[in-house]
Every structure is written in structure tokens, then in C-alpha cells.
């Protein structure tokens, strides 16, 4: 499985972007995909997660109201809609896949497959 992260960039503080995660290789559909964040000198962290069926999902506090995962599992694809952007934000963002499917992972090694990340740097 391949993951391939893209839509990261440089925005102002309130703004808003979108992070695509495509996937190939493997039965998309079947795994549940989380988005991580990392900051310099920060542990890698999960901030969203999706079900395989799109039915459940899971925020860290840190990005509730503000961040919406969704997938489309046709175009084998997760996203993660960012809206209100902070300077605390700024981050790599990873996608990943934990090929178990059965609930919500939380722990970063519940996920066998990664995305290279993608630079999310929000200006103040």
C-alpha cells in the first residue's frame, strides 16, 4: 500500500486548507485512515480518523469544530478539510492506514502504512 499526501502550503492565521491523502495497492475501503501532525520538537500525534465506512470518526481536542476528515473510497482518497487555521497548526501532516479496520486507533503504531507527509505552515 502507498500512501500519497498532498494539499499542504503556507497559509495566514483563519484561513483554510484541504489535504488530500490517494492511496494504491491494497483495499482502501477495508482500512480505517487517520491524519498525524508533527511539529518540530513534538511527538507525532493523531488528530483525525476515519472508519472504513466513513460512519465514525475521531478530532483531537486540539482540532474539534475545526477539522473534517472524509474519505471517498471510489477515488481511494481521504481528505482533511482544515478550516480556522492557527499558528499552533503548523506542522507536517502524515496520512496513514491501519489495515485492522476494527474501530478507532489511537496509538501510532496501530497504523502499518504512512504517507511522506505534507507542510502545513500557518502565518500569524
Do not use: H
Not at 40 to 50: F, Q, S, T, V
Amino acid at each position: 500500500v502507498q500512501l500519497q499526501a498532498s494539499g499542504g502550503g503556507l497559509v495566514q492565521a483563519g484561513g483554510s486548507l484541504r489535504l488530500s491523502c490517494a492511496a494504491s495497492g491494497g483495499t482502501f475501503s477495508s482500512y480505517v485512515m487517520g491524519w498525524f501532525r508533527q511539529a518540530p520538537g513534538k511527538e507525532r500525534e493523531l488528530i483525525a480518523a476515519i472508519s472504513w465506512n466513513g460512519d465514525t470518526t475521531y478530532y483531537a481536542d486540539s482540532v474539534k469544530g475545526r477539522f473534517t476528515i472524509s474519505r471517498d473510497n471510489a477515488k481511494n482518497t481521504v481528505y482533511l478539510q482544515m478550516n480556522s487555521l492557527k499558528p499552533e497548526d503548523t506542522a507536517v501532516y502524515y496520512c496513514a492506514a491501519d489495515s485492522y479496520g476494527v474501530g478507532i486507533p489511537r496509538r501510532i503504531y496501530d497504523y502499518d502504512y504512512w504517507g511522506q507527509g505534507t507542510q502545513v505552515t500557518v502565518s500569524s
